[in-house]
Structures are given as C-alpha cells and as structure tokens.
C-alpha cells in the first residue's frame, strides 16, 4: 500500500546525507571529486644544487572519471634562494604527475611543500618534507684533455690538462700530486705539473698541464787514454843536469889545464855522460802515446709496459678533492714502448 510518509521520510534523509557527503555536492555542481597524494620526497634531505622526486597521484573519487585537475606546489620558508618547486598544471584524472623540487643555492635548513590539486569547487592538498644539508666548499679534480700521445717511446713524454672546479664556493689554493705510479719500475716515469699550485675561486676553474717523462737509454762515450813516454825519462833529468853543470865548470876552469892527465879523462867522462843524458830526454818530449780506449755506457731506461698515475690535490688546509673516490676523473693512462 501506497505510504506517502514514509516516501518523505526517505527522500528527506537522502537529502540530509547529501549535504555532509563531497560526492553529492560535486554532483550537484556537475563535477566529480578525485583524490590527491604523493609519495616521499627522494631524496628527503639533499645537499645544496641538488634536487628531489615525488610521484603525485590524482585519482578519481568513486570510480568517476575524467576530471580535470590544476595542480600548483609552494615550498615554506619562502626564501631569495629557496628551494622551488615545478609539475604539470594541469592533468586529467586518473594521472601520475611527478614534482621536481631544486635547491640550488638554498640555506640548510627542513622545508615544506605544498602540493595543491583543485577541480572546480574540489581543492585537496598534500605536503612533503625537504632538508636541505650545511655542505663544505670543497673542490673537484678532472682531466679535461686525455694524456697525448697516449704511447710514448721511452725518453720520451706526453701531456694532459687538468682542471680544478670550485663546490659552494670554494677558495684555495691547490697543490696537484701524482699519489701513485702503478706498476713500480726503475727508473720510473716522472709527473710534473705546470702550475705546480693552482688558484681556485667562487666560481672560477683553475687549470694546469701535467708533464709525463720517461727515461731512455744514450749511446755509448769512447774516449782515448795516452801515456806520455816524457815520464819515463824524467828520472834521469836530476843527475844529467847536473852532469853538464860540473863537466862545463870543468872544462872552463883553469884547473882543466893544470890538473893531471887522469883527471882530465875522469872529467871528460863526466861531461859525456851529461850530454848523453840530455839526448835520452829528447823523445820523452814528443808526441804522446795512445795505449787504449775507455768506453761509458749510460745506463737505465724506463721498463716497456702500461702505468696507471693517480692525480690528486691538497691546499692549504689539507683538504683534498671531493670526488677522490672517482678513478676516472683521478687517474691517468700512459703505455711506453721499446
């Protein structure tokens, strides 16, 4: 039986629960309600100049489809160099979105952000967390010009360029090292660095060139020994001379002629020796005499083989480059041939 009552009764309550429920006003607006998350800013605490990811989710709200959602983001504290964020304007439902939140020279410290998803009279939100970290200026070492040639001879060298970069404003003054020579050889190839210190500023990139050199072998010295034959006569020079000294007083003396016939021979003998010996000095004066040759071979050349040189730097506080770690951008390759 027809009930009017109880036909008022139930369309008052429908409409009682319509008012309290977001479904029945979209409907009555003509607009379906969605539903807004995110998942967790990745990473949740980064340094500065780096950036984070999330996933925004927009779904429609009881399986109604097709909304159209602007979607805009904010980040608190609002700061000159804050962190700021950026995603699509607008989506429609069902969309994933992703929200990319930079950093670049933002002050450590938590922030919010605020992503806001409106459709029609609908507008729901979602906020994530960001930490942005107290970083050190600190600096990285690369080789920006590979080493050339890449195989040398050895006595031979080759060239890189390497290039100091500045982190959050970095200052120092950088002395660049080869750390390490692998494998171990003698005589080892050598580095040198020219500037051996490099300056380093804000923003602005040191450079310096870095010298390999290798020994090689000389070709052998020979070279001529003489022994003059003066040195064997020269014992005799003493008593010769004074030979000739006593036979010509002898001789000019006036006891020459007044000394007994003997005497005069014993003198005569005298200054005959003394010319003699003045004769055998005569070819010790000569040209010297080659008796043989002394050869020198300069010795030690750099091994053939493949040597790994590890770069690095340290400046006026010890500090050393950031990316140490990265055998890359640290090391250098060099082969040397017979």
Known sequence: MFNPQRILRATTFGLLLCLFLPICESLAHGQADFMLSATPLQPSSVDPGVSALSTI?????????GPTVDLSCSVLPQQTDGPTCSLPTSVSAPANPTLTVSTSSAAPQPYTVTVTGTSGVNTHTVTLNLTVLAVTPDYTLNVTTAISPATVAAGSGATAVITLSPINNYVGNV???????????????????SPATVSVSGTAVGASTLTITTTGSA????KNLRTPRIFYALFLAVPGLALIGLGSAAWGSAAWHSARPCHRRLLSWLLLMGIASAILLVPGCGRPNYTGTSTTTTSGTTPKNTYTFTLTGVDQSGLGPSNSGNTAATTITLSVSD
């Open 219 to 222: 070709p052998p010295t020979t």
């Open 57 to 65: 989710s927009v779904q429609p709200l009881n399986a109604v489809s």
């Open 175 to 193: 002395t660049l090292i080869c750390s390490s020579i692998s494998p171990a050889a003698v005589p080892s190839p050598i580095c040198s660095f």
